[in-house]
């Protein structure tokens, strides 16, 4: 091999890896950076609502606005809200989703995609529209109060719209799909052989399941509750449109602070907050999971 084709293939590597890490860089880092300068200033009538960092040439960051976190519990409760609301719906997702991709996973070649195409099918429609939608099943004379009536299941409309149900339902919902996807990938990628060796064995299905499926389909069950999850936890539109004021989250606190009450520099450090509560446990996991493999080897 050439000193130029060794030099081609290097410059080739770096500048694949190159592309990601700049993206992350521009859309990710220097926008966190940004929020996390803003989360250090004081807050002001004015524009921008915020004092700047440096004041003739000195430096007047302060780190108030996360005091002020630790010591009002609105913030606390709800963060701790919104982190039981996510977990509950991922769970149901999970739930819901595993048996779901399973069956999509294990379903003849020629009804895959059908399948795969109706679980991202909602997709296709607005997200505001399709929580929309749910307020108008949900709510007192709706199509769902409609057939309690009808079948005489009730005999007046059940409060279901402005509950932590529909908070619940509408999560689960938009964010099924993002379950299933890597959950089918998991499970489509499996070795069939493995499956005939253990019922070949005497192995009955559930155990077959339980000691070889399930297993192997842990990474994708441990994506797709996070690809759930995340996204969750910072819900603003759902708890808004579906919930009421006893489903506090988090995203609704971060709305009022920036565009109800302006004040952006304790908005910004209750984002920073809520990032560091949710990586900071996912990068120990990592690290364990990275410390257990190489302790394997």
């Not at 690809?227 to 009022?256: C, H, N, Q, Y």
Request: proline residues 6%; glycine residues 6%; charged residues 15%.
């Amino acid at each position: 091999m050439t000193l130029s084709r060794i030099l081609t293939e290097a410059i080739g590597r770096r500048l694949v890896t190159a592309i990601p890490f700049s993206w992350l860089a521009v859309f990710f880092l220097a926008p966190f950076l940004i929020v996390f300068g803003i989360s250090l200033s004081k807050s002001r009538f004015g524009v921008p609502p915020y004092e700047p960092l440096i004041s003739n040439g000195a430096i007047a960051a302060q780190v108030d606005n996360y005091l002020f976190l630790l010591n009002d519990s609105l913030y606390l409760n709800a963060l701790l809200n919104s982190l039981q609301i996510a977990l509950t719906a991922s769970a149901i997702c999970l739930l819901i989703g595993y048996p779901l991709a399973l069956g999509i996973a294990r379903a003849p070649e020629r009804w895959r995609s059908p399948l795969l195409l109706a679980v991202i099918l909602p997709f296709w429609t607005s997200f505001l529209i399709r929580v929309y939608a749910w307020m108008g099943l949900l709510k007192s004379d709706g199509a769902i109060n409609g057939i309690l009536l009808t079948l005489g299941l009730t005999d007046q409309p059940v409060q279901l719209l402005q509950t932590s149900f529909a908070v619940h339902l509408g999560i689960v919902y938009s964010y099924l799909p993002f379950m299933v996807l890597p959950l089918f990938a998991t499970l489509d990628r499996q070795d069939y052989s493995l499956l005939e060796a253990a019922s070949d064995l005497g192995a009955r299905p559930w155990r077959v399941f339980l000691t070889i499926t399930l297993p192997l389909s842990m990474p994708g069950a441990v994506a797709g509750f996070l690809l759930v999850f995340i996204p969750a936890v910072g819900e603003f539109v759902i708890p808004e449109l579906l919930g009421d004021s006893r489903t506090l989250m988090i995203g609704k606190v971060l709305w009022t602070e920036f565009f109800n009450n302006r004040d952006w520099p304790l908005a910004s450090a209750l984002a920073v907050a809520i990032l560091a509560l949710i990586v900071a446990p996912l990068a120990w996991l990592e690290h364990l999971r990275l410390k257990r493999n190489a302790a394997r080897r």
